[in-house]
């Protein structure tokens, strides 16, 4: 019997994912899909006036801006920057984010190529979608 919860011990550890690997995830346009507060509560968003563009260099450190999105890839943004680091820490992918006025992390729940499922300090969840560029054929 001892060697059956080893073993399914192994197969849980074996099944469970690596937040190093959510990094390649991370660069990019996202879109708010919904939060999920502390309380259990959550809102769905329909539609997004901003998206958020995340770019990650090799150090791990990069920026996240508010964009409006225009048509045919164009973007409209203010100058407003906050600048991020990636840290690995107890096995958990962590952002950490800087401003002129605050600091503040959120951890990686997860990230692929389509979503992004972030939780701050306030235990809210955010989930992303990968943004999907507006695109018109104008001819």
């Known amino acids: 019997m001892k060697n059956y919860f080893w073993l399914f011990c192994l197969f849980l550890c074996s099944c469970s994912t690596n937040p190093e690997t959510y990094i390649a995830h991370v660069e990019g346009y996202w879109e708010i899909d919904e939060v999920t507060m502390a309380d259990g509560?959550?809102?769905?968003?329909?539609?997004?006036?901003?998206i958020d563009?995340?770019?990650?260099?090799?150090?791990l450190k990069g920026f996240r801006k508010k964009l409006k999105p225009g048509l045919n890839d164009t973007y409209y943004t203010s100058d407003d920057v906050e600048a991020i680091q990636?840290?690995?820490?107890?096995?958990?992918?962590?952002i950490y984010?800087?401003?002129?006025?605050?600091?503040?992390?959120?951890?990686?729940?997860?990230?692929?190529?389509?979503?992004?499922?972030?939780?701050n300090d306030s235990e809210n969840v955010y989930l992303?979608?990968?943004y999907t560029p507006i695109k018109l054929d104008l001819e």
């Open 97 to 119: 984010y800087t401003t002129p006025y605050a600091k503040w992390s959120e951890r990686v729940l997860e990230a692929t190529p389509t979503h992004l499922k972030l939780i």
């Open 53 to 59: 563009y995340i770019s990650i260099n090799d150090s």
């Open 128 to 130: 992303y979608k990968r």
């Open 41 to 50: 509560s959550t809102k769905a968003y329909k539609f997004n006036e901003t």
């Open 86 to 94: 990636l840290k690995m820490e107890a096995n958990q992918l962590m």
